[in-house]
């Protein structure tokens, strides 16, 4: 459908469903991105990663302690510490660190007392198979597409 000046409207019935991602989940991507396009071989911070990437730090360390659990990234304590990638940006994938903030991609339905019990088997199966093909996709994007000279 065309909604003049050759834009796309949304068919209704989609409403307002869309892919979103949680804060916790962006800036997950967003400081792993950072560290990976970081060229030197030292930590960087949480304060330096938050500040340069208008992130809140408390938070964020929160999202960094996620991600070095699932072995995405190192920290160092100390003076010179700070966190690095524990993998190279060409294994780590975005479900890797949409997983590691926020669990398993899984799909869930709420028994819906509007449903036959095998249309709610019907739907639960359809669920399932859009969970593994946004899982396919989402493990096949690497963080090292997401970097600005992943092009160069």
């Not at 050759?6 to 991105?33: C, E, H, N």
């Not at 060409?90 to 660190?97: G, M, P, Q, R």
């Not at 799909?107 to 198979?129: D, F």
Request: glycine fraction near 10%; charged fraction near 25%; proline fraction near 6%.
């Amino acid at each position: 459908m065309d909604g003049g000046a050759g834009v796309r409207r949304r068919p209704a019935w989609l409403g307002g469903i869309s892919m979103k991602w949680s804060r916790a989940v962006a800036y997950a991507v967003q400081a792993t991105v950072q560290l990976a396009s970081d060229p030197g071989d030292r930590p960087i911070p949480c304060s330096k990663l938050a500040a340069e990437g208008d992130m809140p730090e408390r938070f964020l360390l929160q999202i960094l302690r996620c991600l070095v659990t699932h072995g995405i990234l190192h920290s160092a304590r100390g003076v010179d510490g700070g966190y690095m990638m524990n993998r190279g940006s060409h294994e780590v994938s975005l479900l890797d660190v949409i997983e590691a903030v926020e669990g398993p991609l899984t799909p869930s339905v709420p028994h819906s007392g509007g449903l036959s019990p095998a249309s709610q088997k019907r739907l639960q199966k359809a669920l399932q198979e859009v969970t593994a093909a946004a899982r396919k996709k989402l493990k096949a994007v690497k963080i090292a597409e997401l970097l600005d000279n992943h092009d160069r």
